[in-house]
């Protein structure tokens, strides 16, 4: 057995059979990483990069109907909303009203994604 910690999910994913995942000292989650990601199956995820990243912009995207999270990294943004919920066509809409995006994708969850989800906190941030 050997016990690595990061925060470093991409490294994790490549190398660990089982992971656990603490937030505050206390482990909230733990299993293999295809579990861990697999409790997501029920989410839908969109991530893009903002032209600018807004108050308003993030306050928006949070008000729309099936959103669960809005993680924002500089102008990276991830919404996560409840599968099937349709919302990348209104997240466009939005971020297009608040100035435009460079890049957008909607694809599956990763262990960044179950991280976030769980603690409501971004990966690398000083408050850790």
Do not use: P, W
Not at 31 to 50: C, I, K, N, P, Q
Not at 70 to 99: D, K, L, Y
Not at 112 to 126: A, P, Y
């Amino acid at each position: 057995t050997i016990l690595y910690t990061s925060h470093y999910m991409e490294e994790v994913e490549a190398i660990s059979s089982r992971v656990a995942i603490m937030d505050a000292g206390r482990v909230i989650a733990q299993g293999s990483v295809d579990e861990l990601v697999g409790r997501m199956a029920h989410e839908d995820t969109v991530r893009f990069t903002a032209l600018q990243s807004t108050q308003a912009l993030i306050e928006n995207l949070e008000a729309v109907h099936g959103v669960k999270s809005v993680n924002v990294n500089g102008n990276a943004f991830q919404v996560i909303s409840s599968a099937n919920s349709g919302n990348m066509n209104r997240i466009m809409e939005i971020v297009t009203q608040h100035g435009g995006a460079t890049t957008f994708s909607q694809g599956s969850s990763n262990l960044e994604d179950v991280f976030l989800t769980l603690t409501g906190k971004k990966l690398r941030d000083s408050e850790a």
